[in-house]
């Protein structure tokens, strides 16, 4: 039977390679929600919950092509300080938000210069194969 298309409720516990913990739902005490296979998730992590039934557990691992994609060095991008507000006061190492078409977008300052800012715009898990500790609690019929 298949949650396709379905409102679905899971737990996850996510952790790269080296056992880091990323992310956990458990932590929380909250499930995920989502509406299987509508890409509101990482395609790896739809295609695992499509065909568990409710109480089903299962643990997978999501190459990053699956996740958040390979790293993409075309998405470091320089910027000249002058076209950048408070340059000097970005916090190198931590996230900022830019506003594009389509809202706010997360960059991560790589470094700043009297030149340049660097900014790195791929997600934080870009590259990364995932492995996922799923339980599915609930389908919405």
Known sequence: MSNEGKKVKAHYRGTL?????????????????????????????????????????????????????????????????SQVPNADQLPVGQTVYFQGPMGPFPAKVVSVDNEKCVFDMNHELAGKDLTFEIELVEVAE
Do not use: H, L, W
């Open 17 to 81: 390679d080296d056992g880091t913990q990323f992310d956990c739902s458990y932590d929380r005490n909250e499930p995920i929600e989502f509406t299987c296979m509508a890409g509101q998730m990482i395609p790896g992590f739809d295609a695992a919950v499509k065909d568990m039934a409710v109480g089903e557990k299962k643990t997978v691992k999501i190459p990053a092509a699956d996740a958040y994609g390979e790293y993409n060095p075309q998405a470091v991008q320089e910027v000249p300080v």
